[in-house]
């Protein structure tokens, strides 16, 4: 690995997340960027925003508290500060320090392999448990598990993450085998025929059905606001459908948050709801509940008004239960559905099946 580069005529007014790749070739585009959040990308020696544009004869370079090594970087504990918010979402959060990561709800749940065919592998991901190998964020990721998880994979064919989703967020993820499979999937992302499934847990007693077809405009790396302006995309919409209303005060023993130390205040009833997009979009799902006024119970960040003290980070209840893609569709329930009551768990999975 070079330890520094100097910046070349044809990469002037590049960003720097992008030419950090000559110094990090292994590394995706959102590790790089992780990189600058943390500080630890230098441009003429001092930390740089991972959209700073480079001119000709800047040398980039990283610290020496940044080990790389294949696809991950790992960081020392001196530079392991969380990245600051830079402002609210949907409603205001409370002022706190930026949340450590949490321990699991449902420790017993584990990532392991759910299905695989010739051209995909579709994976559980577990709550409390990262997608990628990211720099600063120690661990293991399922993108580290990929070998055990699924093994016997050909010479010369090199795995890919299709989708990702957000460290409290469990579920389905997929893998292409082959850059064919790459390309299928692409190609069913584009025709609008990967519909994803997610089972969402949300504050407030939702009445009917709902379309979110609002923008979503990127804030910062950490948030997403809704726009008043309607996406002409259907692919970029999210139906949610109810599907049980209960009272909370009965579920918070069950769900293990009486132990918790949660704060705020706990709205009487939530919403069992399954959420359905086609080819979604950073925090879609979080953002869209919200701007309709039903946050994911814990999910700070976009206003619930119950949720986890700071120094248990973040947590809060959506699944992704079930993908169809042409010729294949693969279903999996939550650890929590079960604590919902025979009832909920019923209809959750009458609508997983529809």
Not at 126 to 132: D, L, N, V
Not at 145 to 170: A, F, H, I, N
Not at 269 to 278: D, E, Q, S
Request: aromatic fraction near 4%; include cysteine.
């Amino acid at each position: 690995m070079e330890k520094s580069h100097i910046v070349l005529p044809d990469e002037a007014e590049q960003r720097l997340d992008r030419v950090l790749s000559r110094l990090v070739p292994e590394m995706g585009l959102r590790g790089r960027r992780r990189l600058c959040e943390l500080g630890l990308a230098l441009v003429n020696g001092r930390p740089a925003k991972e959209s700073k544009k480079l001119r000709s004869g800047d040398v980039i370079s990283l610290t020496e508290l940044v080990d790389v090594s294949g696809d991950s970087a790992h960081v020392g504990d001196a530079c392991s500060a969380p990245a600051a918010h830079d402002g609210p979402a949907v409603r205001k959060a409370p002022a706190r320090k930026a949340p450590s990561e949490s321990a699991p709800l449902f420790p017993e749940d584990k990532a392991h392999l759910v299905r695989r065919t010739p051209r995909f592998a579709i994976l559980h991901k577990p709550a409390a448990m990262h997608t990628e190998s990211l720099a600063g964020k120690p661990g293991d990721s399922l993108e580290s598990l990929l070998p055990q998880l699924v093994p016997g994979q050909p010479k010369g064919e090199r795995m890919r993450m299709l989708s990702r989703l957000d460290y409290p967020t469990s579920g389905l993820v997929t893998v292409a085998l082959s850059e064919t499979a790459v390309h299928d999937y692409q190609e069913y992302q584009d025709a609008g025929r990967t519909e994803k499934r997610y089972l969402a847990l949300l504050e407030g007693d939702m009445p009917h059905g709902m379309l979110a077809d609002q923008k979503l405009l990127l804030k910062s790396r950490e948030r997403v606001l809704v726009e008043l302006a309607r996406h002409p995309d259907p692919r970029r919409h999210t139906v949610i459908d109810p599907l049980a209303v209960q009272e909370l005060a009965p579920l918070l023993r069950r769900l293990g948050l009486d132990r918790r130390g949660w704060q705020g205040t706990p709205p009487r009833f939530v919403t069992l709801a399954g959420c359905t997009i086609l080819k979604g979009a950073r925090h879609q799902i979080r953002a869209h509940s919200s701007g309709l006024g039903y946050p994911l119970l814990g999910d700070w960040r976009y206003g619930a008004s119950f949720h986890p003290a700071e120094e248990d980070g973040e947590t809060f209840f959506l699944h992704h239960a079930c993908l169809l893609l042409p010729g294949l569709e693969t279903n999996i329930i939550p650890p929590w559905l079960g604590h919902l009551g025979s009832r909920a768990a019923r209809e959750a999975e009458i609508w997983m099946m529809e």
